[in-house]
């Protein structure tokens, strides 16, 4: 879309939303590139979202994030939803076209993807099995992005057998759902691993996994960034592997984003991550 040079406006729907980082990564943005406008938090209870959505062109905004618990909720308050968010079933992304229609996306998937290659230049889907563990809104979105990025063996990891091939059966692919008995054994042969989990997240036990059958050569990479390294993480790095924080998927879910409304594709610097790291 043409972004006009106006005081440009965006935030992060959610409930509640406090907790936050993007406010902190979109305006050190808008500052690095001398661009007008702000990145606000947008509270907004479940009995009002429809209200606010619909305010998002009204109020003169350029779009939103959409974070917990409205990424399934929004989807019918939106006028289009790319084929990626409709895959996922969940959207993290609304821009406000010119018209004032609302258009739908998820970057979620693709952001822990590019932050894979970040880490690891060359990085490829189809290099060997990729495990994941998980079967929430996390591992929905990455799923999907692996099934795109051309994954041919997908193991499916999750405590409750049937949430994991329900997950399974709604996106397809190459994915085999393993028992959670068996989690240890399937990391035998793979080249990358991800948990899509909240176990080792601030305040939460750590992923109780075995790393004894994953090869030395495979990527591990979490989605949770609090805190910046989780137990499963310290544990991959201590015995050869590359790893990669959440903080990754973070900041690359948000460049297409800010792009969409302010018209610049940013990049992630050190200063950057240092002003997030700061907020932990």
């Not at 606010?52 to 939106?78: D, E, I, S, W």
């Not at 970040?118 to 099934?147: C, H, N, Q, T, Y």
């Not at 329900?166 to 399937?186: F, H, M």
């Not at 592997?241 to 879910?253: A, D, P």
């Amino acid at each position: 879309m043409s972004v006009p040079k106006t005081f440009g406006l965006a935030g992060i729907l959610g409930w509640p939303v406090a907790h936050s980082r993007s406010p902190v990564l979109h305006n050190y943005w808008l500052a690095e590139h001398g661009l007008p406008g702000s990145y606000v938090l947008l509270p907004a209870p479940p009995e009002r979202l429809p209200a606010a959505v619909a305010g998002l062109a009204a109020l003169g905004f350029r779009g939103c994030n959409v974070t917990t618990p409205h990424k399934q909720a929004v989807m019918p308050l939106v006028d289009r939803i790319d084929p990626m968010a409709a895959r996922i079933g969940a959207v993290n992304t609304i821009v406000v076209e010119s018209d004032g229609s609302l258009r739908g996306f998820n970057t979620d998937g693709n952001g822990f993807v590019q932050g894979l290659r970040d880490e690891k230049p060359g990085w490829r889907a189809d290099e060997g099995p990729v495990a994941i563990f998980g079967a929430g809104g996390a591992a929905r979105s990455i799923l999907a992005a692996m099934i795109a990025e051309g994954a041919r063996e997908i193991r499916l990891v999750n405590r409750t057998h049937e949430r994991a091939q329900k997950l399974a059966a709604d996106l397809g692919g190459p994915v085999t759902v393993v028992r959670w008995e068996e989690r240890a054994d399937s990391l035998a042969g793979v080249a990358t691993l991800v948990n899509a989990t909240t176990q080792g997240s601030a305040g939460k036990p750590a992923l109780d996994l075995s790393l004894d059958a994953l090869p030395r050569e495979a990527i591990v990479g979490d989605a949770i960034y609090v805190p910046p390294e989780t137990p499963l993480l310290a544990t991959a790095r201590a015995r050869g592997n590359r790893t990669m924080n959440g903080l990754g998927m973070l900041l690359n879910q948000a460049r297409p984003a800010f792009e969409a409304w302010f018209g610049v594709m940013p990049s992630i610097t050190p200063g950057l991550k240092r002003a997030i790291e700061s907020t932990f």
